[in-house]
């Protein structure tokens, strides 16, 4: 008995997926519902899992090729059926390893053994080879030999001393040609789109982020021991975005056709640098959520962007994102709009630098801010102000807990 293995629905605009991996060799055993191979699509990276025990005794689609949803990606068959497929590709395995031991135990030619004696053994040499080396103090292992059998001759002693050249080893090649996975090729096409069709302007300014830090400090013990887990400045930033938006409703619009679409729901998406390229799974309701809950839910979306497990549910309906460059060491970006939203903000790293405050100059903990904007629907004083409650929100986060 024979069952196809299907691309199953990914989600209501997927139509197609990149078979990037098979977790199981054709005639090795598995049981239901144990993952048997990795498709990815423009959005996420799904382990397709077996419907039924047996093993794979037929591939249809190889790593790297496309497949349309729905479409059969190999047969998995019961072991009792496949018994010979199985004794068959082990036969086959062994008659191979058989072989390529005999190559290795093949007696060496008379070319090999003479340049093996040459490379290892100097008194192989001719004397007057010999000679020559010792009067120059030379390598005799950097000399090429023109000689087939790899035998070092006065000649080629008299070409290393005019061009001392090293023997040529197996260098790595130039280049190296690697196909773009079906994520990259997305996120290359939806970032230029949005460069082309969006009038993208950015915005910065500075924060200082010592209130926060204070806040952190004196409360991190009390926050772990309640929610369980720590408190980081993603969830001040949240909520200082969300209230923002809640004073400048166009940053949270978007252009759908020739309309605005005002939108009174404040999903904001995370960017999160994985191994295979960028995604943003979003924060739902992130108005109703509390510094807890944005906490948690931002651990939990990491993990499993960085597993691969993110849903399609975890990726749809932002209306605005953050991105941290950050942690990675950025000191100032412009961030690229995630269409079809009209703003994206980026965070960047903590930067001790020299301020004045009161008249005097102090030392305080810095982040510059960039908010990137569609220049289209969000005007520059709309922008500017934007930018500016935010940075008083941050600045001041006993607003931001007392929600004034």
Same mark, same amino acid.
């Given at each position: 008995?024979?069952?196809?293995?299907?691309?199953?629905?990914?989600?209501?605009?997927?139509?197609?997926?990149?078979?990037?991996?098979?977790?199981?060799?054709?005639?090795?055993?598995?049981?239901?519902?144990?993952?048997?191979?990795?498709?990815?699509?423009?959005?996420?990276?799904?382990?397709?899992?077996?419907?039924?025990?047996?093993?794979?005794?037929?591939?249809?689609?190889?790593?790297?090729?496309?497949?349309?949803?729905?479409?059969?990606?190999?047969?998995?068959?019961?072991?009792?059926?496949?018994?010979?497929?199985?004794?068959?590709?082990?036969?086959?395995?062994?008659?191979?390893?058989?072989?390529?031991?005999?190559?290795?135990?093949?007696?060496?030619?008379?070319?090999?053994?003479?340049?093996?004696?040459?490379?290892?053994?100097?008194?192989?040499?001719?004397?007057?080879?010999?000679?020559?080396?010792?009067?120059?103090?030379?390598?005799?292992?950097?000399?090429?030999?023109?000689?087939?059998?790899?035998?070092?001759?006065?000649?080629?002693?008299?070409?290393?001393?005019?061009?001392?050249?090293?023997?040529?080893?197996?260098?790595?090649?130039?280049?190296?040609?690697?196909?773009?996975? $079906?994520?990259?090729?997305?996120?290359?096409?939806?970032? &230029? !789109?949005?460069?082309? #069709?969006?009038?993208? =302007? /950015?915005?910065?300014?500075?924060?200082?982020?010592?209130?926060?830090?204070?806040?952190?400090?004196?409360?991190?013990?009390?926050?772990?021991?309640?929610?369980?887990?720590?408190?980081?400045?993603?969830?001040?930033?949240?909520?200082?975005?969300?209230?923002?938006?809640?004073?400048?409703?166009?940053?949270?619009?978007?252009?759908?056709?020739?309309?605005?679409?005002?939108?009174?729901?404040?999903?904001?998406?995370?960017?999160?640098?994985?191994?295979?390229?960028?995604?943003?799974?979003?924060?739902?309701?992130?108005?109703?959520?509390?510094?807890?809950?944005?906490? $948690?839910?931002?651990?939990?979306?990491?993990?499993?962007? &960085? !597993?691969?497990?993110? #849903?399609?549910?975890? =990726? /749809?309906?932002?209306?605005?994102?953050?991105?941290?460059?950050?942690?990675?060491?950025?000191?100032?970006?412009?961030?690229?709009?995630?269409?079809?939203?009209?703003?994206?903000?980026?965070?960047?790293?903590?930067?001790?630098?020299?301020?004045?405050?009161?008249?005097?100059?102090?030392?305080?903990?810095?982040?510059?801010?960039?908010?990137?904007?569609?220049?289209?629907?969000?005007?520059?004083?709309?922008?500017?102000?934007?930018?500016?409650?935010?940075?008083?929100?941050?600045?001041?986060?006993?607003?931001?807990?007392?929600?004034?």
């Amino acid at each position: 008995m024979t069952i196809e293995l299907i691309v199953p629905t990914l989600g209501e605009s997927i139509t197609e997926a990149t078979v990037s991996k098979w977790l199981k060799k054709i005639g090795e055993p598995f049981e239901v519902d144990e993952p048997l191979v990795e498709i990815e699509t423009d959005k996420i990276t799904v382990e397709v899992p077996a419907p039924s025990a047996g093993i794979i005794s037929e591939i249809k689609v190889k790593e790297g090729q496309d497949i349309n949803i729905g479409g059969v990606l190999g047969i998995i068959s019961d072991i009792g059926d496949n018994k010979t497929v199985i004794k068959k590709g082990t036969n086959l395995q062994e008659n191979q390893v058989t072989t390529d031991l005999s190559k290795e135990n093949e007696p060496l030619n008379k070319a090999s053994k003479e340049t093996i004696s040459n490379e290892n053994n100097p008194s192989k040499l001719s004397p007057s080879v010999k000679k020559m080396i010792a009067e120059h103090n030379l390598d005799f292992k950097s000399i090429n030999s023109q000689r087939k059998d790899g035998r070092i001759t006065k000649e080629d002693v008299l070409n290393y001393l005019q061009n001392p050249v090293p023997k040529s080893t197996n260098a790595p090649e130039r280049e190296e040609v690697v196909r773009m996975s $079906k994520i990259r090729r997305t996120i290359a096409t939806r970032l &230029k !789109d949005s460069q082309n #069709t969006a009038a993208i =302007l /950015t915005t910065f300014n500075e924060v200082d982020m010592s209130e926060i830090i204070k806040v952190r400090e004196a409360k991190k013990d009390d926050f772990i021991k309640r929610y369980d887990v720590k408190l980081g400045f993603m969830s001040f930033f949240v909520k200082a975005v969300v209230m923002s938006l809640q004073e400048f409703p166009a940053v949270n619009a978007e252009i759908r056709d020739e309309n605005i679409i005002y939108k009174n729901h404040f999903d904001i998406g995370i960017a999160v640098g994985t191994e295979k390229g960028l995604v943003v799974p979003v924060l739902k309701n992130a108005d109703s959520m509390t510094f807890g809950d944005i906490e $948690k839910a931002i651990v939990d979306l990491s993990s499993k962007a &960085k !597993d691969g497990s993110l #849903t399609m549910d975890d =990726l /749809t309906g932002g209306t605005f994102t953050i991105s941290n460059g950050g942690v990675y060491g950025s000191m100032l970006s412009t961030p690229i709009i995630n269409r079809p939203q009209s703003g994206i903000l980026g965070m960047h790293n903590i930067q001790k630098r020299p301020v004045v405050v009161n008249d005097e100059i102090v030392i305080r903990p810095i982040m510059y801010l960039a908010f990137s904007y569609d220049h289209r629907i969000i005007d520059g004083k709309e922008s500017v102000g934007f930018l500016v409650n935010i940075k008083s929100l941050l600045e001041n986060p006993s607003k931001i807990l007392l929600g004034i």
